[in-house]
């Protein structure tokens, strides 16, 4: 699964030949999106897992296994 972020990158680069990997804008967004998504996760999960110290690293390996690279 592609993140917005992926998806917007590899349509601009297809359709319209822009490469946005080049600007380091791109992996500023990348990371915000990264952590959006897992603050997201975390929030959803906070009524259901009670030992908030792994919280942050089940959200990354959860973000990690569905949004993993697929380019």
Aim: glycine residues 2%; negative net charge; contains cysteine.
């Amino acid at each position: 699964m592609k993140t917005a972020i992926e998806w917007l990158v590899n349509n601009l680069k297809q359709n319209h030949g822009i490469d946005l990997t080049l600007y380091s804008e791109f992996e500023q967004a990348k990371e915000m999106e990264k952590q959006q998504i897992i603050d997201a996760y975390k929030e959803g999960c906070s009524d259901s897992i009670l030992d908030e110290s792994t919280d942050i690293i089940r959200a990354e390996q959860w973000y990690n296994e569905t949004f993993k690279s697929e380019e």
